[in-house]
């Protein structure tokens, strides 16, 4: 029972331009939302989180959409670089642990 | 100055033996975790430990015990490992759960390879 779904197994973007991706959930007890970037022999890195109190979230480059009446959020990286190259995940929490459910991962690959 | 760290990086062994996996963090943390991500990658969490205590443990086998000597150090300790055990075991802290951040800080990663 996969509660945190990334359907796209991977993602090819040129550099400069938009990555878009994409997390939906089914557990409406989720409250808090993050992605990680993951590189190849390391742990998962957080690079940004989101409140289910707020419909966006931005940090630089990164930013991130909440639609909570569609149980899914997205992940903008504007402008796209190489470096930007990983493997994303979506994770979510709620309730009274700090749980994390995490999606299958999203391989981004970002060509020069 | 690794904030969460963990050895060995790369564990090979044979079925039924017993190992242990260390992690150490420095951020001061009081919550610590491990997860396992198996070889279709989904990464799933195994325990926590908020302050030496246990507050999760999501039905692992009871071959796997986790100890916590002080806040800051979570081991993992596998008995009579079996071919099913190979994966990558990921360490990770984050701050008290009354703060609510949710966000959790991994190592990088034990490869342990069951042979």
């Known amino acids: 029972d996969q509660q945190v779904k990334q359907n796209s197994p991977s993602l090819s973007v040129q550099e400069g331009r938009i990555s878009i991706l994409n997390c939906d959930y089914t557990n409406s007890m989720f409250d808090y939302f993050l992605w990680y970037k993951k590189y190849p022999a390391e742990g998962p890195t957080f690079l940004i989180s989101?409140?289910?109190?707020?419909d966006k979230n931005e940090d630089g480059r990164f930013t991130v959409f909440l639609n909570k009446s569609a149980k899914h959020l997205s992940l903008h990286i504007v402008p796209s670089q190489p470096g930007d190259s990983a493997v994303y995940f979506c994770?979510?929490?709620?309730?009274?642990?700090?749980?994390?459910?995490f999606g299958t991962g999203t391989l981004l690959a970002v060509q020069p | 100055d690794t904030a969460v760290s963990q050895t060995p990086k790369y564990l090979v062994t044979q079925m039924g033996n017993d190992k242990s996996i260390k992690c150490e963090q420095n951020?001061?943390?009081?919550?610590m975790y491990w997860y396992k991500q198996d070889s279709k990658k989904f990464l799933k969490i195994m325990f926590s430990?908020?302050?030496?205590?246990?507050?999760i443990n999501e039905t692992v086998p009871n071959r796997f015990s986790p100890k916590s000597p002080d806040k800051a150090h979570l081991n993992l300790h596998i008995n009579s490992l079996e071919l099913g055990d190979s994966a990558v075991y990921f360490c990770?802290?984050?701050?008290?759960?009354?703060?609510?951040?949710?966000?959790?800080?991994f190592g990088p990663g034990t490869r342990l390879t069951v042979l």
């Open positions: 430990y908020n302050n030496k205590e246990l507050i």
């Open positions: 951020l001061g943390h009081d919550t």
């Open positions: 990770a802290s984050s701050q008290p759960i009354p703060f609510h951040t949710d966000t959790q800080y």
């Open positions: 989101i409140s289910s109190i707020k």
């Open positions: 994770a979510a929490s709620g309730g009274a642990t700090n749980k994390l459910i």
